[in-house]
């Protein structure tokens, strides 16, 4: 029995290389500060939860192809896309989420740009009182500024490759 159970508990992540835990952890507090910075500069809702997800991506797992900068917008991109049509197509209707999240996903796998966090874009603008056209910019602006401040972070020591190059 205890065999069956060790994949279900062994670490598979490697460990972090020296300082990059850290590093890592400061990259997300200049990100998601500069977006909270942008939200109370301007009004607009930009501190959204799936920001927090792509944070990971971005600054734990750089080399990652879901935190590459095509992924994190295109991939925001394609589920407010998929979460608009859903809701003109099956207004005030409790399963149009979930039909929005399987475009959205299907959508993202067709284009190569995958981005999980952006999966919960859908559920967000068909269940929040936001207006539409208010969510999508913010998420633009948002998963932007993210990419950027990554770009930037990753050149200093110890240097990481971001964004990956072809």
């Known amino acids: 029995m205890r065999r069956h159970l060790l994949p279900f508990v062994t670490r598979h992540e490697p460990r972090a290389a020296s300082g990059l835990a850290l590093k890592s952890g400061i990259g997300a507090i200049l990100g998601m500060s500069l ?27 750089p080399a990652s192809p ?16 998929a979460a608009t049509a859903a809701a003109i197509w099956f207004p005030g209707m409790w399963w149009a989420a979930g039909i929005a999240v399987g475009l959205a996903i299907a959508a993202m796998l067709a284009f190569r740009l995958t981005h999980p966090p952006a999966g919960a874009i859908p559920l967000l603008t068909l269940t929040s009182a936001m207006p539409l056209e208010t969510l999508a910019f913010s998420t633009v602006l948002g998963s932007v500024s993210l990419v950027a401040v990554a770009a930037l972070h990753h050149r200093l020591p110890p240097k990481q490759e971001y964004p990956k190059r072809p």
Do not use: D, R
Request: proline share 7%.
């Open 35 to 61: 977006v909270g910075g942008l939200a109370t500069l301007t009004g607009l809702p930009l501190l959204i939860a799936p920001f927090g997800a792509t944070a990971v991506l971005l600054f734990a797992v």
């Open 66 to 81: 879901l935190a590459q900068p095509m992924n994190v917008v295109g991939g925001y991109a394609i589920a407010i896309a």
